[in-house]
T-cell receptor
Framework: QKEVEQNSGPLSVPEGAIASLNCTYS??????FFWYRQYSGKSPELIMF????GDKEDGRFTAQLNKASQYVSLLIRDSQPSDSATYLC????????FGQGTRLTINP | DTGVSQDPRHKITKRGQNVTFRCDPI?????LYWYRQTLGQGPEFLTY????????KSRLLSDRFSAERPKGSFSTLEIQRTEQGDSAMYLC?????????????FGQGTRLTVV
């Protein structure tokens, strides 16, 4: 079982809709959870972090954490074509471990 | 620029040659990570440091890979006797642990091509 699992996609969402990205992790001792966005040929850029169960909102982005289910999600509201990228989930039990990423395409 | 800096940005080398990459973390950050990323995959953990101490090295990493962080500031990653399978983006990230926020920030990466 991989430490961090994501659906690799591609996930296609119409412009203006809500994009929902999901991630599960295996280490119950994990305390910190992150979402990174990566454009093609670029390095990952941190967009959200969450440490406690529940929801955390920042602009159009909402991160959701459920430690009992070992599940993290990212919602992107009012999706824009500029949101088209690969989204990486990362979890930090001791070291920072990444999933394989979900490729998201926003269709105008 | 106070972000994570990596050098060089691109490196083309012949198979069998040694290469060394450098990473300068954000100045107050005490944790430093190295990752390798190939097309369509997430960053693969290679190793990480807390100050000058190397805390873990991936079991998938061969003995041809070595990393140092001698004074707890910048770090180097060396690959000896490069192989074509080493072609990838090598990413460095830094964070402040355990005190403070734990978010890790990446440098721009070093793209290695082995020919």
């Amino acid at each position: 079982q991989k430490e961090v699992e994501q659906n690799s996609g591609p996930l296609s969402v119409p412009e203006g809709a809500i994009a929902s990205l999901n991630c599960t992790y295996s280490d119950r001792g994990s305390q910190s959870f992150f979402w990174y966005r990566q454009y093609s040929g670029k390095s990952p850029e941190l967009i959200m972090f969450i440490y406690s169960n529940g929801d955390k909102e920042d602009g159009r982005f909402t991160a959701q954490l459920n430690k009992a289910s070992q599940y993290v999600s990212l919602l992107i509201r009012d999706s824009q074509p500029s949101d088209s990228a690969t989204y990486l989930c990362a979890v930090e039990p001791q070291k920072l471990v990444f999933g394989q990423g979900t490729r998201l395409t926003i269709n105008p | 620029d106070t972000g994570v800096s990596q050098d060089p940005r691109h490196k083309i080398t012949k198979r069998g040659q040694n290469v060394t990459f450098r990473c300068d973390p954000i100045s107050e950050h005490n944790r430093l990570y190295w990752y390798r990323q190939t097309l369509g995959q997430g960053p693969e953990f290679l190793t990480y440091f807390q100050n000058e101490a190397q805390l873990e090295k991936s079991r998938l990493l061969s003995d041809r890979f070595s990393a140092e962080r001698p004074k707890g500031s910048f770090s180097t990653l060396e690959i000896q006797r490069t192989e074509q399978g080493d072609s990838a983006m090598y990413l460095c990230a830094s964070s402040l642990r355990p005190r403070g926020n734990t978010e890790a920030f990446f440098g721009q990466g070093t793209r290695l091509t082995v020919v």
